[in-house]
Nanobody
Framework: QVQLVESGGGLVQAGGSLRLSCAAS????????MGWFRQAPGKEREFVAA????????YYADSVKGRFTISRDNAKNTVYLQMNSLKPEDTAVYYC????????????????WGQGTQVTVSS
């Protein structure tokens, strides 16, 4: 049974930082793209960042570019999202996702999803 489990969310003041982790179990995703998405109340789920299977290529939504960094440790089957200079508009439930095709995409066509972790940024 494949599971993606996010951790690291919480409440932080504007300008602060958080580091999210997503640990995969049940199969290895080494070599496959993984991504982070978020969903704010009343809004659709949106792309945040994605990383290629070997970790060489990264992709970001314009809204987080320069503030967030996605990385992965394939030996640990884990993907991370370092979030700096957080803003109140970053408040959302953050989900990690993994796919079993090699093409990195910013759409929702990922095969596995975590349960989400809440990030709240106060002003």
């Amino acid at each position: 049974q494949v599971q993606l489990v996010e951790s690291g969310g919480g409440l932080v003041q504007a300008g602060g930082s958080l580091r999210l982790s997503c640990a995969a179990s049940g199969r290895t995703f080494s070599g496959y793209p993984m991504g982070w998405f978020r969903q704010a109340p009343g809004k659709e789920r949106e792309f945040v960042a994605a990383i290629s299977g070997n970790g060489v290529s990264t992709y970001y939504a314009d809204s987080v570019k320069g503030r967030f960094t996605i990385s992965r440790d394939n030996a640990k089957n884990t993907v991370y999202l370092q979030m700096n200079s957080l803003k109140p508009e970053d408040t959302a439930v953050y989900y990690c996702a993994a796919k079993l095709s090699l093409r990195v995409t910013a759409d929702l066509a990922y095969d596995y999803w975590g349960q989400g972790t809440q990030v709240t940024v106060s002003s």
